[in-house]
């Protein structure tokens, strides 16, 4: 029997950016399709009817890969695939696989032959890279910094050496409600004529770019408790 195919769906960012978020291909998928696997089933359903699904979704077969659903056998997620349906991937935000536990779904697609199909839609990283001025041609997303404070500082001197040895964007992130902790840390830790910039909010109505020399940053006030933020520095 033929298997079916998974496809990547991105999510819309930030609230009411549904319209900027999709492809009148990604719609014509999502109607084509009655099977999910979504890491948060709320906001999955809430994107589904915002970008036009005919389909009610009472017909619709939504696995949960939410955090509590994780380390369990995978082989559930797989039924209808194997079966031959197409199923949709879905991350809370952005793209699935980055960023995103989603990626453990579509490593097990490739170990069972399954094609995988990745839709064009919004990435945070890639739309602050774009929007910050940096090196595109070299950089790298580290995710997470350490939550124990030396730990994150020296993290952060590590990646401004490495950007300036290797001329390397360094992306990074950190839970919303410790971004202003993070931005202070960065402001007190790198040299002066560092580039920062902080991409906040992304595609958003309030979204928030802004690129300048880390001596520079200390002049501003800005608040970025609860918004979600990515961090690039180059030197």
């Known amino acids: 029997m033929e298997k079916g195919t998974l496809f990547l769906i991105p999510v819309p ?4 950016t549904a319209q900027k978020s999709f492809t009148p291909y990604l719609v014509d998928t999502i109607n084509e399709i009655d099977t999910y696997i979504v890491e948060n089933e709320k906001t999955a359903r809430k994107f589904l009817k915002e970008s036009g699904m005919r389909r009610p979704q009472s017909e619709l077969i ?3 890969f939410g955090k509590h ?3 369990n056998s995978l082989v559930p997620y797989f039924k209808e695939l194997q079966m031959g349906k197409n199923v949709g991937l879905m991350s809370e935000a952005g793209c699935p696989g980055i960023a995103d536990p989603g990626a453990e779904i579509v490593n097990e697609a490739h170990k069972r032959g399954i094609k995988v199909v990745p839709l064009v839609g919004p990435n945070s990283m890639i739309l602050a890279l774009m929007a ?6 070299s950089f790298a997303f580290t995710g997470y910094l350490p ?7 020296a993290r952060i001197k590590a990646l401004e050496e490495l950007s300036g040895k290797i001329k390397q964007t360094q992306m990074f992130m950190e839970t ?3 971004n202003n902790h993070l931005f202070e840390d960065i402001l007190k830790t790198c040299q002066p004529n560092t580039q920062l910039c902080v991409a906040c909010n992304v595609t958003g109505e309030d ?3 802004k690129t300048l020399p880390i001596g520079l940053w200390r002049k ?4 970025l408790h609860k918004k979600p933020t990515i961090f690039l520095i180059f030197r």
């Open 13 to 16: 960012l930030a609230e009411n």
């Open 62 to 64: 939504i696995h949960d």
């Open 69 to 71: 659903k994780r380390g």
């Open 132 to 137: 910050s001025g940096f090196n595109g041609q």
């Open 147 to 153: 939550i124990d404070k030396p730990q994150r500082v």
């Open 176 to 178: 919303p409600f410790r």
């Open 207 to 209: 979204e928030y770019i």
């Open 220 to 223: 501003e006030r800005i608040d």
